[in-house]
């Protein structure tokens, strides 16, 4: 009877055994963070189309500052619908807009976040995201052979929307160039402004190299060109071609004597 006793004991304990041991596995990890999906802002979205990596995430406490937009609202049509688009507010109603309006609206958000741009960009922190993407080199870099891959800054010619494309500054040999991509290409100039580059490295001036010196040398058979070559060749083939025209003239004078004397 006590053997029997005993194994009716153990086989209870097994039994409440397992079901602490159910129980404890249905429990979450107390230790264990919750995954947070990650929220993406339209911000975030437009700056990570293709196209647009010149441009820098501008903070939302900047855009909800009407001091930072004064004056926009006249250079921007359907400006109070772009700027609830911009910042995503319940106030946009899409839904009800017409394919052509929403159209409409997109395209004023895009170049209301393209004149915001350029004036963050100005500021500290917009100054610090864009030397971030400068010393990366995702502006690209200088074409001229000199410079060495020397990372370039994005420019405009005019402070203007759509007078100008954007260009690309370099800071070795201070020229101008037009961008690879013709995506890049075809960004409005006014959306860097012609200030950004040049205050960026007053700000940092270690990122600012040293000016190219270096000048392409053009020879012919391993020769250096002289200076005089190019005037002496212009005048001699305007000289030949002087004497051509004078060669014609005295032909067409003989031809007539010719005749007559036949």
Not at 36 to 57: A, D, Q
Not at 143 to 172: E, I, M, N, Y
Not at 205 to 211: C, E, S, V
Request: proline share 5%.
């Amino acid at each position: 009877m006590a053997v029997e006793d005993g194994e009716t004991v153990m086989g209870e304990g097994q039994e409440v055994d397992s079901e602490s041991e159910s129980d404890s596995s249905e429990e979450p990890q107390s230790g264990t963070p919750a995954v947070e999906e990650e929220v993406s802002t339209w911000i975030h979205w437009f700056c990570g189309l293709k196209g647009n990596e010149f441009f820098c995430e501008v903070e939302e406490d900047y855009v909800q500052d009407d001091f930072n937009l004064s004056g926009l609202g006249g250079m921007v049509p359907y400006y109070d619908y772009a700027l609830d688009f911009i910042l995503e507010a319940e106030s946009v109603h899409t839904e009800i807009m017409t394919e052509a309006q929403q159209e409409m609206v997109e395209g004023a958000a895009e170049t209301l976040y393209g004149l915001i741009h350029a004036r963050y960009v100005l500021t500290a922190r917009g100054l610090a995201a864009m030397a971030e993407k400068f010393r990366a080199g995702e502006f690209g870099r200088c074409p001229r052979v000199l410079c060495h891959g020397q990372p370039c800054l994005p420019v405009g010619v005019s402070d203007l929307p759509r007078q100008a494309t954007v260009k690309l500054f370099c800071p070795r040999c201070e020229e101008a160039y037009y961008p690879r991509s013709r995506l890049h290409g075809n960004l409005d100039g006014a959306y860097f402004g012609t200030t950004m580059a040049h205050l960026l490295l007053l700000t940092y001036p270690a990122l600012r190299p040293t000016k190219s010196t270096e000048a392409f040398v053009p020879r012919i058979f391993g020769f250096k060109i002289h200076p005089s070559a190019h005037r002496i060749a212009a005048g001699s083939g305007a000289e030949r071609k002087l004497r051509r025209l004078e060669a014609q003239d005295v032909a067409m004078d003989s031809a007539p004597s010719a005749n007559a004397a036949a």
